[in-house]
T-cell receptor, first 112, second 116 residues
């Protein structure tokens, strides 16, 4: 069946460096993508989203890139801080389908 | 403060004893949903509701019931809990259904259930 997955389950980055978290999806009909951040003991928190008619979207210190040709999504975090340590999930949905499908998550650890 | 509130946050109970996890949102959202989160499996949708009195099955609905009698509340009911329902549960809401107008979901802080 369709699935959303992540290339790496864990990622360690030096504080101040940039982080890139990758996500592959298999449903070519997906047209809306979301990145969530989940800190220990909390629910997923919305970070940034992107629609399929875009290939890049920027927020505060975060950028999401979408490559529909290879069905790949990435989250870039600039100048990582200790507070960025968390599990990051990508999720996707198709227009008209109410189901939000999540990947299994990547744990980002910031090294002081 | 805009939020999704779940209760209880933690519960240990025994097989077969009916339980209800409540979920309430104060954002006047139409769409609400329940997920379970298990190691290595990510978040999987149990049930969702597009609006009052409208509910639909997600990916893993077996063993669960929901109701949506009013807009702000969306309780999750386990009529006869079993150990394989031990998990971390999240309630979420959004202004509209996800496939309708692309609105991100807001999540509660989770309920950890242990079924012995």
């Amino acid at each position: 069946g369709e699935s959303v997955g992540l290339h790496l389950p864990t990622l360690s980055v030096q504080e101040g460096d940039n982080s890139i978290i990758n996500c592959a999806y298999s449903n070519s009909a997906s047209d809306y993508f979301i990145w969530y951040k989940q800190e220990s003991g909390k629910g997923p928190q919305f970070i940034i989203d992107i629609r399929s008619n875009m290939d890049k979207r920027q927020g505060q210190r975060v950028t999401v890139l979408l490559n529909k040709t290879v069905k790949h999504l990435s989250l870039q975090i600039a100048a990582t801080q200790p507070g960025d340590s968390a599990v990051y999930f990508c999720a996707e949905i198709s227009f008209g389908n109410e189901k939000l499908t999540f990947g299994t998550g990547t744990r980002l650890t910031i090294i002081p | 403060e805009a939020q999704v509130t779940q209760n209880p946050r933690y519960l240990i109970t025994v097989t077969g004893k009916k339980l209800t996890v409540t979920c309430s949102q104060n954002m006047n959202h139409e769409y609400m949903s329940w997920y379970r989160q298990d190691p290595g499996l990510g978040l999987r949708q149990i049930y969702y509701s597009m609006n009052v009195e409208v509910t639909d099955k997600g990916d893993v609905p077996e063993g669960y019931k929901v109701s949506r009698k009013e807009k702000r509340n969306f309780p999750l009911i386990l009529e006869s809990p079993s150990p394989n329902q031990t998990s971390l549960y999240f309630c979420a809401s959004s202004r509209y259904g996800q496939g309708e107008r692309n609105q991100p979901q807001h999540f509660g802080d989770g309920t950890r259930l242990s079924i012995l």
